[in-house]
C-alpha cells in the first residue's frame, strides 16, 4: 500500500490562478518530497521538505509539512498551461530507505 | 550522459518469455531505484541498492522478478516468465545517497514494458 495519499485526485484550473495540492501519511518520515510527471514518464524531483522544516520555497512553489497532521501540501501560484502535468508526494520513513509515493494528483491548467 | 539512462525505452514481449531492463544511474550516484508504474496509478517501490547490495529488496513481487548491479553502477531488473500482468512502466532512479540522509532521487524515462 502507498504511504503517501494525495487530494484532491484530479484538479483543474485556469492560468493565473493557484494550484493546491495536499499529501497526507501515515507513518513517521525522514523526509516528504514531491515530483511532477509529465505523460507517465520520467518523474522531475521539484522540492524535500525535511521532518524538522514546516515550510519550503521554490521559485512559484511552496511546500508545507504539518508533521503532527501527518500532511504535507504543495501550492503552485499564478499557474501556467505548462504547469499541466501529475503530481506524487513520496516519503521516507525514518527506519527505512525505500522513497514510497502516493497515487498523485492529475493537474490540469487550462489557458 | 548527465541523467538516469534507461534501455530499452519499450519492449514488447511474448507472455512467458524473459526480459532484462537496464538502467544507468548518474555516475558516483550510490543509491539507486526500481520502480513499476501502472497506468493512473503511482510508482510502486521494487527494489533498492545501495552501491552493490540490494538494501531493500521487500517490493519484488515474486521470484520472477530479480535485480542486480553487479559493480555498483549499471544495474538490471529481470524478469522470467514473464505475465500479462507485468505490463507497465519501469522507472529506475538514483540519488547521492541513500539510507535516512536521502536526498533527491532522478528518474530516467522508463522502460515500457508489454507482455502479449
Known amino acids: 500500500s502507498q504511504q503517501g495519499e494525495e487530494d484532491p485526485q484530479a484538479l483543474s484550473i485556469q492560468e493565473g490562478e493557484n494550484a493546491t495540492m495536499n499529501c497526507s501519511y501515515k507513518t513517521s518520515i525522514n523526509n516528504l518530497q514531491w515530483y511532477r510527471q509529465n505523460s507517465g514518464r520520467g518523474l522531475v524531483h521539484l522540492i524535500l521538505i525535511r521532518s524538522n522544516e514546516r515550510e519550503k520555497h521554490s521559485g512559484r512553489l511552496r511546500v508545507t509539512l504539518d508533521t503532527s497532521k501527518k500532511s504535507s501540501s504543495l501550492l503552485i501560484t499564478a499557474s501556467r498551461a505548462a504547469d499541466t502535468a501529475s503530481y506524487f508526494c513520496a516519503t521516507t520513513k525514518t527506519s527505512g530507505s525505500r522513497l514510497t509515493f502516493g497515487e498523485g494528483t492529475q493537474l490540469t491548467v487550462n489557458p | 550522459g548527465a541523467g538516469v539512462s534507461q534501455t530499452p525505452s519499450n519492449k514488447v514481449t511474448e507472455k512467458g518469455k524473459y526480459v532484462e531492463l537496464r538502467c544507468d544511474p548518474i555516475?558516483?550516484?550510490?543509491?539507486l531505484y526500481w520502480y513499476r508504474q501502472s497506468l493512473g496509478q503511482g510508482p510502486e517501490f521494487l527494489i533498492y541498492?545501495?552501491?552493490?547490495?540490494?538494501?531493500?529488496d521487500s517490493g519484488l513481487p515474486n521470484d520472477r522478478f530479480f535485480a542486480v548491479r553487479p559493480e555498483g553502477s549499471v544495474s538490471t531488473l529481470k524478469i522470467q516468465r514473464t505475465e500479462r500482468g507485468d505490463s507497465a512502466v519501469y522507472l529506475c532512479?538514483?540519488?547521492?545517497?541513500?539510507?535516512?540522509?536521502?536526498?533527491?532521487?532522478?528518474f530516467g524515462q522508463g522502460t515500457r514494458l508489454t507482455v502479449v
Open positions: 555516475s558516483g550516484h550510490t543509491a
Open positions: 532512479a538514483s540519488s547521492l545517497m541513500g539510507g535516512t540522509q536521502n536526498t533527491e532521487a532522478f
Open positions: 541498492f545501495q552501491g552493490t547490495g540490494a538494501a531493500d
